[in-house]
């Protein structure tokens, strides 16, 4: 059993799994706790400006190198020179530890805050922002990218691991290049700027309702459960 088709292809290619069965169940979530709320409030709630489109990148250690802030660092840079305006209308948000050090560098605006544990303050933060980016450079299936889609927010990511399996590109998020900084950017700003937002938003909704929810999952496995034992009673016929 893997949780993200990605992985349970990477099953089938090892040499002491090609003979059984793999199958890819991903992790539930619950949609009933994660869910869209005002967002103007959540702001407000996080001290985060109204004002400005924020984007987010959370890592338990923002300078872990494989979260790879580094080409968001880079592709906020292109940004800021390519539309000035974002130095006015656009902040990102770090966060996680050290967070201040892995930006010291930044064209936008940066708003560092210590890592999150509490549910309530993580999904008020999910809330407030406007995109969720992830340039990371290996991945199963992130439960960060499901949060914050299951809040109403667009992704951004890398085309890596199971995260195109939860981004549907140009329908509610964007994938980019591996390792391309400048087309992590052209996702920022299609998200932010281009697209229509509120289509995203719902369309990202209703994907992690369909895929990921608790009760979307629990027939996953119980339907795996059912082949099983018609499996074991041909078996034994």
């Given at each position: ?199 995203l938003a719902t369309q990202a909704v209703k ?31």
């Amino acid at each position: 059993m893997a949780c993200s088709r990605w992985l349970a292809d990477q099953a089938r290619q090892s040499q002491l799994l090609r003979d059984l069965h793999v199958c890819a169940i991903p992790n539930p979530i619950d949609t009933r706790v994660f869910a869209p709320k005002n967002k103007v409030e959540c702001a407000e709630l996080m001290s985060l400006p109204a004002n400005k489109r924020l984007i987010l990148f959370a890592a338990q250690r923002a300078t872990n190198v494989n979260k790879g802030l580094a080409y968001l660092v880079e592709a906020c840079n292109m940004l800021a020179q390519q539309y000035p305006d974002m130095k006015d209308n656009t902040a990102l948000v770090v966060l996680g530890g050290k967070a201040n050090q892995a930006v010291a560098e930044l064209a936008l605006p940066v708003i560092p805050i210590d890592y999150v544990s509490d549910i309530a303050t993580l999904i008020a933060l999910y809330n407030a922002v406007h995109a969720f980016v992830l340039p990371s450079l290996s991945e199963n299936l992130p439960n960060t990218i499901m949060e914050a889609m299951a809040c109403g927010v667009p992704c951004v990511g890398f085309n890596v691991g199971g995260i195109p399996e939860e981004i549907d590109h140009r329908r509610n998020g964007y994938v980019a290049r591996y390792r391309d900084a400048a087309d992590l950017a052209k996702g920022i700003h299609w998200v932010l700027f281009e697209a229509d937002y509120d289509q995203l938003a719902t369309q990202a909704v209703k994907k992690v309702q369909a895929n990921y929810s608790q009760q979307t999952v629990a027939l996953q496995y119980i339907e795996v459960y059912n082949q099983a034992l018609a499996l074991k009673n041909v078996c034994y016929d």
